[in-house]
Nanobody, 117 residues
């Protein structure tokens, strides 16, 4: 079993920055995708960014140029640096780990990000 623990959420003013972290523990296969999703009130959960264990990244158009995803494979941790935040970025941010070529998918409990105008 794999556990994901997110941290780093909070309240920030528009234009500010936050850095989210997600630490994975348990039996983790090296070939995986780690990513961040968010869910705003009344909206569906959406992909923010993800990163494959080899380093390739993918971003939602709405965050390109503002957010940066990175990972430390030795620590099984993924980060999301969020800059130039706007109220539209408000939501619960979830970490996800998907095993490549496997039937395993894990989610964290979520961390709240609130951006005030």
């Amino acid at each position: 079993q794999v556990q994901l623990v997110e941290s780093g959420g909070g309240l920030v003013q528009a234009g500010g920055s936050l850095r989210l972290s997600c630490a994975a523990s348990g039996r983790i296969f090296s070939a995986n995708v780690m990513g961040w999703y968010r869910q705003a009130p009344g909206k569906q959960r959406e992909l923010v960014a993800n990163i494959i264990s080899g380093g390739s990244t993918n971003y939602a158009d709405s965050v390109k140029g503002r957010f940066t995803i990175s990972r430390d494979n030795a620590k099984n941790t993924v980060y999301l640096q969020m800059n130039s935040l706007s109220p539209e970025d408000t939501g619960v941010y979830y970490c996800r780990l998907t095993v490549i070529l496997g039937n395993a998918d894990y989610w964290g409990q979520g961390t709240q990000v609130t951006v005030s105008s």
